[in-house]
């Protein structure tokens, strides 16, 4: 079946440091994979996407990289700030809708 | 309108009682879909519209809950005689076609259910 496996959190972190997030997948197909954000009260913003494999999805100073070797797309920014505090979560999609999210992963980062 | 609009904001019902929550999609969009986010975040699938006919309902648990998406309206999610278990926030997100590689979701702010 179709999975999302996200490193549970919170991470917590001081400004400027570096995030990784951890994410594995177990897909059947070609998904397209997603790294949604949520910040408190709100619904889920995408963050960014990547299509196929080898694709670089990147926004906001946030990377991902779709391995398919490693059936991976970990999140990663080189320097966070405080205004990154949020749950992420990462999703497959494959056409006609059909997405599967991870749990989420709270992220803190202090000043 | 260019987001998704979900009303009421906060919702809360007594055992028993009947809730309703509505979403307008994003014009244009053809797709519906509606999520339960519970405790520790996890996202469970309820059911996903195209127009107005459903399109998946695997999710949804038959017995209480029902949605609708009728042309000229909101969508909505009802659930009939609410239990302690329902309590959640519901987003509705819509997407423009059914290619996930360049229709992403679109998510509303959801509605906080209270059930007491």
């Known amino acids: 079946g179709n999975s999302v496996t996200q490193m549970e959190g919170p991470v917590t972190l001081s400004e400027e440091a570096f995030l990784t997030i951890n994410c594995t997948y177990t897909a059947t197909g070609y998904p397209s994979l997603f790294w949604y954000v949520q910040y408190p009260g709100e619904g889920l913003q995408l963050l960014l996407k990547?299509?196929?494999?080898?694709d670089k999805g990147s926004n906001k100073g946030f990377e991902a990289t779709y391995r398919k070797e490693t059936t991976s797309f970990h999140l990663e920014k080189g320097s966070v700030q405080v205004s990154d505090s949020a749950v992420y979560f990462c999703a497959l999609g494959y056409n006609f809708n059909k997405f599967y999210f991870g749990s989420g992963t709270k992220l803190n980062v202090k000043p | 309108g260019e987001e998704v609009a979900q009303t009421p904001k906060h919702l809360v019902r007594g055992e028993g009682q009947k809730a309703k929550l509505y979403c307008a999609p994003i014009?244009?969009?053809?797709?519906v879909f509606w999520y339960q986010q519970v405790l520790k975040n996890e996202f469970k699938f309820l059911i996903s519209?195209?127009?107005?006919?459903?399109?998946?309902e695997t999710g949804m648990p038959k017995e209480r809950f029902s949605a609708k998406c009728l042309p000229n309206s909101p969508c909505s999610l009802e659930i009939q005689a609410t239990k302690l278990e329902d309590s959640a926030v519901y987003f509705c997100?819509?997407?423009?076609?059914?290619?996930?590689?360049?229709?992403?979701?679109?998510f509303g702010n959801g509605t906080r259910l209270t059930v007491t």
């Open positions: 990547a299509t196929k494999a080898d």
């Open positions: 997100a819509s997407s423009q076609t059914g290619q996930a590689w360049n229709s992403p979701l679109h």
């Open positions: 519209f195209q127009n107005e006919n459903v399109f998946d």
């Open positions: 014009k244009g969009h053809s797709y």
